[in-house]
């Protein structure tokens, strides 16, 4: 049963309301706004609050603008911003820096991953994953997503319009099994697509057999940084496999430098996305950088494992350099603007 009215399905929920897909442009499908895992103070953060106001002038005099260059120069008018509370920022952060870039901004619900001590801030394994995954039944994790994506966000009327869930390794554990049962329920119930962490090969079998077995529509599911597994040829056939059972799939944390670089490695990116619209799956392919702006051990400031710019990156060196090691302008379409329009709808 979809919670959602007729009139929002086929309709994009954004920070700042419904969106037609045709209206979306190109469409980054895995960034960050704000992903505050440590407060000014230094301490870990545990609970959502408004961003602090230095933080938020930071991001409207900078981030605003990039965003609005990437519309401008690059027809880039949308991205799906995938941080998690607690760390995400405040609602109306979204909504403001969308209408000072004129980039609509898709707001994540969901849970992140249960992370390996010594990770990013981890020092205890109860910092491991949010507390609040930890000590909740699976029916109000469920419920606090349904109630972010169709009453709005911390009583703001502001929506999430994804599901963002998140594994360390190729099995879940019982806490990561835990957040997917409450996103797929959650997924079923208003429509919205599931977009994941996954970065070990055969995690995203494990998190596409736990979301089939809940029920969820395959094709309402991105399985994030594949980069490694889509280059790998003999792995390949799995994603391919998958693909063709509903599933798409989203390289992320692209850097091309010098070509003698990045040739032989990015290569075989290109050949993976050659090969799955050969085999009839090149509308299961998504592209995104990963980046933002992030306070993760150190003080607030730009992602540093991606070069600058955050967002323009993308299309200033990676995908020219893509085009060189053989992309098409059809394929580059498709990943960018066709595929993007199909999935981020209400369904």
């Known amino acids: 049963m979809n919670m959602l009215n007729s009139k929002e399905r086929g309709q994009v929920i954004t920070a700042n309301g419904l969106v037609s897909p045709e209206l979306l442009g190109r469409v980054m499908m895995h960034e960050h706004l704000h992903c505050g895992f440590v407060a000014e103070d230094g301490a870990l953060v545990t609970k959502e609050t408004p961003v602090p106001a230095t933080r938020r002038q930071y991001l409207l005099d900078h981030a605003a603008p990039l965003l609005r260059r990437c519309r401008e120069e690059f027809g880039m008018k949308a991205y799906v911003d995938v941080t998690m509370p607690p760390w995400r920022g405040w609602p109306d952060l979204y909504r403001d820096v969308s209408r000072a870039s004129g980039v609509h901004i898709l707001i ?22 949010w507390n609040v995954v930890r000590d909740s039944p699976v029916e109000a994790l469920a419920a606090l997503c349904i109630r ?20 360390s390794q190729t099995p879940l554990t019982a806490l990561e099994m835990k957040t997917f049962i409450a996103g797929a329920r959650a997924q079923r119930e208003t429509g919205v697509h599931i977009t994941t962490h996954c970065t070990q090969m055969g995690g995203e ?7 089939d077995r809940e029920g969820v529509d395959l094709s309402r599911v991105v399985i994030g940084h594949t980069a490694g597994a889509l280059m790998d040829p003999a792995y390949r056939k799995t994603m391919i496999e998958w693909m063709k059972r509903g599933a798409s799939f989203l390289p992320t944390n692209i850097c091309v430098q010098r070509e003698e670089d990045w040739k032989p490695q990015w290569q075989l990116l ?3 996305i050659h090969a799955a619209f050969d085999a009839g799956c090149g509308d299961k392919l998504f592209l995104s950088l990963d980046g933002g702006y992030c306070s993760v051990t150190g003080p607030f400031g730009p992602v540093t494992y991606i070069p600058p710019d955050p967002w323009r990156y993308l299309f200033t060196d990676v995908l020219p350099a893509f085009r060189h090691m053989g992309l098409t302008a059809q394929e580059e379409e498709a990943i960018m603007v066709a595929n993007p329009a199909k999935i981020l709808p209400v369904r």
């Open 205 to 211: 079998s494990s998190q596409l057999t736990l979301l």
């Open 270 to 272: 290109v050949d993976a």
């Open 148 to 167: 972010e994506i169709v009453e709005g966000i911390h009583g703001t009327g502001i929506r999430a319009g994804a599901i963002k869930l998140g594994s």
């Open 108 to 129: 994540a619900t969901g849970f992140y991953r249960e992370m390996e001590v010594g990770t990013y801030f981890v020092k205890r394994p109860e910092d491991a994953i």
